[in-house]
């Protein structure tokens, strides 16, 4: 049986691919592995029974028979982990790959979270004009700091893994910004990223929902 996942009946990013569902979706289109999805309200989301599969009331979870799954990271792991070629077979780069899913995640998106928070949700308080620009420059900093590991390697640590993935899915967040354009080869990286037939199919998946055509292929 397939394995059913759910994302936001009505993203509030208008099909933009930003919604934590396009990670999954992703994953899974990599590892060639057919998906279900089931589409939640808001409202649905804070209800009993989809918080007995996500205790904090979100998408995306991934059920798969008796597994019932939340948080991106770790559906994105578990999709890589029982399928070919998002994780490499070699013990150290296994856990090197693993390891920038961790950094992308808990290092990179932790300050990108934090400018969504001052612009949409502090962005009225009288001390926001000054917090903005010290929430860019830590960005900034880690974007910095990724242009420089990245180099000119197309991947972070050799072939496409799901660390690239995670690490993507988090910078997609940032192309409105123009911070991305500080970083060419960071830039190129995301763009690089989002040329891979899996995620252009995962994209159009999820912009379907918000345009309700349906997917042609
Ligand atoms: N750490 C969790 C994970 O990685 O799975 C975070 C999950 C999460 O934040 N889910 C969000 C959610 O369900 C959707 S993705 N929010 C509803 C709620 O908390 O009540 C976050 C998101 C939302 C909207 C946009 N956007 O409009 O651009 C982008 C990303």
Known sequence: MNPTI????????????????????????????????????????????????????????????????????????????????LLP????????????????????????????TAKFAEGNKPWAEQRLPIVMDRIRDRLKQLSARLGDTDWLDGAFSAGDLMMVGVLLRLKASGLLDECPNVAAYVARGETRPAFKRAFAAQLAVFTGQPLTS
């Open 6 to 85: 759910t994302a936001f009946e009505s993203s509030p990013d208008r099909g933009r691919g930003l919604a934590r569902d396009m990670r999954v979706r992703w994953a899974l289109e990599e590892a060639g592995q057919p998906y279900e999805v089931r589409l939640v309200s808001f409202s649905a989301m804070k209800e009993p029974a989809h918080l007995a599969l996500h205790p904090f009331g979100q998408i995306p979870t991934y059920e798969e028979g008796d597994l019932v799954l939340f948080e991106s990271g770790a559906i994105v792991l578990h999709i890589a982990e029982h399928h070919a070629g």
């Open 89 to 116: 077979d070699e013990a150290n780069a296994r856990a090197r790959a693993i390891a920038w899913m961790f950094a992308a995640v808990n290092t990179v998106e932790t300050p990108i979270l934090d400018l969504q």
